[in-house]
């Protein structure tokens, strides 16, 4: 089956800087890639809908200069948490599909900790 | 009132119990209905996945639509200790781009303990 690598699986940084998330598709090919948000005890929530080669589209209420997103090829994108604050803690976790009419596939997930 | 609901639960039964996990909706525009298991702080892992009302078995999982009522089901039966985990339904609509599965809601997630 179709498998999505998601590096790191935990960060812990520091208010105000900036921390990178990798999300990889290891053996097919993803034009289109999202990004979801899930706080404690919470479930997935959209953030983003990643496209090789264009802008993100975002989900209303994410500010897109803070969760900035970059989709450089058919098997990467990555998200930049930007400006990092403790409110940004939570688990981030990608998601891609072979093709529009298969379901979509999840990272393992990034445990973001902002101190 | 959210566009997808999910008895939070927590759900506990005794290892070989059928298990019922169930989601009701309120957009008509969903077709595509999936059903994933998430362990603690892991991705969510893909069960099962139907676009049309009735049901669809894989092994002991069985899901279940019905469009009519906005409500689908997973059944699990002989029910491990290993299933314990979160449970998420999650659904979509075609999209503009064309897209079927690409942008899910999902419901809150019923967490089910099966024990020994």
């Known amino acids: 089956g179709a498998v999505v690598s998601q590096h790191p699986s935990w960060v812990i940084c520091k208010s105000g800087t900036s921390v990178k998330i990798e999300c990889r598709s290891l053996d097919f090919q993803a034009t289109t890639m999202f990004w979801y948000r899930q706080f404690p005890k919470q479930s997935l929530m959209l953030m983003a809908t990643?496209?090789?080669?264009?802008?993100?589209?975002?989900e209303q209420g994410v500010e897109k200069d803070k969760f900035l997103i970059n989709h450089a090829s058919l098997t990467l994108s990555t998200l930049t948490v930007t400006s990092a604050h403790p409110e940004d803690s939570s688990f981030y976790i990608c998601?891609?599909?072979?093709?529009?009419?298969?379901?979509?596939?999840f990272g393992n997930g990034t445990r973001l900790t902002v101190t | 009132q959210k566009e997808v609901e999910q008895d939070p639960g927590p759900l506990s039964v005794p290892e070989g119990a059928i298990v019922s996990l169930n989601c009701t909706y309120s957009?008509?525009?969903?077709?595509?209905f999936m059903w994933y298991r998430q362990y603690s702080r892991k991705g969510p892992e893909l069960l099962m996945y139907t676009y049309s009302s009735g049901n669809k078995e894989d092994g002991r999982f069985t899901a279940q639509v019905d469009k009519s009522s906005k409500y689908i089901s997973l059944f699990i039966r002989d029910s491990q200790p290993s299933d314990s985990a979160t449970y998420l339904c999650a659904m979509s609509a075609l999209d503009a781009g064309g897209t079927s599965y690409g942008k899910l809601t999902f419901g809150q997630g019923t967490i089910l303990t099966v024990h020994p």
């Open positions: 957009n008509s525009a969903f077709q595509y």
């Open positions: 998601s891609a599909t072979t093709n529009r009419d298969s379901p979509l596939h």
């Open positions: 990643s496209n090789e080669g264009s802008k993100a589209t975002y």
